[in-house]
């Protein structure tokens, strides 16, 4: 069954059309406006497969800057597909290649400039980053490369963040099924602001909304072509609705990145260049702020200060007597009149009430009085 699902959840552009960045030069660490990522795997060697120049020629014209493939790119040849890659400019400054079961870890790693197969790959000074899982290695919580991507999903300042894995977390029955780590990983990623989950080795096209993460399918190099790409035969993942799917014409994913905000618009496009399927994912807008009392500033951004507040405490009073600076302008006891010789101070102390008469008005003591519960220091005027 050839299975083509559009669900409204997701708005669908219709418009075809192509993206043009001011500079096509790639460069990976200068920061442009926007950044145009083109995704595909299950790729192969355009001496087997002539039709995957084709689709390369279809993603160039999109002006892309860098080159995200979900693994599974040596059927025949690993050389002939990594030098089409260099050829178009392509290598490891402006690339991702996850290693996928039909490839070398030697060779995915020599070419991505890694020490492993799985780690991180940044782009345009940390702007950009994607955590390249090995998916036919374990991925256990005891393994290093768990414990590596937890670190990273947890810690990294980068304004996208993607993980890419040939064998999927998410995928609707095909040909080959889920790798059985959704529950492991799904809670990280969700937590900590992953943009995409980027998946292959099913080839086809697929895509889901789990918890606000896009996890997609993009199997549609040319390894396979047309009626042999793998039947999609179920509409969900879980509980989890399919939201398009396709298994029926090689085709690839264009993403486009702001660089200015966080938003990213991904099309989906048949090797014609016609469009099938669109989505776009927006920074949630956070909450406002709670407004701080006293502090004179809008802090929940509604044009109003201090909305709501109590109001502000009446200044302090000088209390005349006391040797004390009350109203915290540095001087003591100023603006009191002179005071009456034996003038009696009244101070309650528990239970009784402490009767002070200053005997000399013009020097400061302290006068400890004994009363019924407790003792009462007076200072004297």
Excluded at 101 to 130: L, P, Q
Excluded at 172 to 184: C, P
Excluded at 198 to 205: I, R
Aim: charged share 15%.
């Amino acid at each position: 069954m050839i299975l083509l699902t559009t669900f409204m959840a997701v708005t669908l552009i219709l418009s075809v059309g192509t993206f043009a960045l001011q500079n096509q030069n790639i460069n990976a660490q200068q920061v442009p406006s926007k950044v145009v990522i083109g995704v595909v795997g299950d790729i192969d060697c355009k001496t087997d497969r002539p039709k995957q120049t084709t689709q390369y020629n279809a993603m160039k014209s999109f002006l892309i800057q860098l080159f995200f493939v979900p693994g599974d790119y040596a059927y025949n040849g690993a050389s002939c597909v990594l030098n089409d890659l260099t050829a178009r400019g392509f290598k490891a400054n402006n690339s991702a290649i996850a290693d996928g079961n039909h490839d070398s870890c030697d060779t995915t790693k020599n070419f991505m400039k890694m020490s492993n197969c799985w780690g991180v790959k940044s782009f345009f000074n940390g702007k950009i980053e994607a955590f390249l899982l090995q998916g036919d290695t374990s991925l256990s919580t005891t393994s290093n490369q768990y414990k590596a991507f937890k670190t990273w999903a947890e810690t990294s300042k980068a304004m996208y963040k993607f993980v890419i894995i040939h064998q999927p977390f998410v995928t609707a029955r095909s040909e080959h099924g889920a790798n059985g780590f959704f529950e492991t990983y799904h809670p990280i990623i969700a937590k900590n602001n992953v943009s995409m989950v980027l998946q292959a080795h099913n080839h086809n096209e697929q895509v889901f909304k789990i918890d606000g993460v896009y996890y997609t399918i993009s199997g549609r190099g040319h390894h396979d072509e047309g009626s042999n790409l793998y039947e999609i035969d179920g509409n969900s993942f879980k509980t989890y609705p399919l939201l398009f799917g396709n298994d029926s014409v090689n085709g690839f994913m264009i993403l486009t990145l702001d660089m200015t905000k966080k938003h990213i618009k991904a099309d989906i496009y048949t090797d014609a260049k016609s469009k099938q399927y669109s989505f776009e994912i927006t920074a949630p807008i956070p909450p406002p702020a709670n407004e701080v009392c006293g502090n004179g500033i809008d802090d929940n951004g509604n044009g109003q200060i201090d909305e709501n507040c109590p109001p502000p405490p009446p200044p302090p009073v000088e209390i005349c007597g006391n040797d004390i600076d009350d109203d915290l302008d540095g001087l003591i006891d100023e603006d009191c009149g002179p005071t009456t010789v034996n003038q009696t101070f009244s101070v309650p102390v528990g239970n009784g009430t402490a009767i002070f008469a200053p005997a000399n008005q013009n020097q400061s003591a302290n006068v400890t009085v004994a009363v019924d519960a407790g003792i009462a220091i007076l200072p004297k005027p």
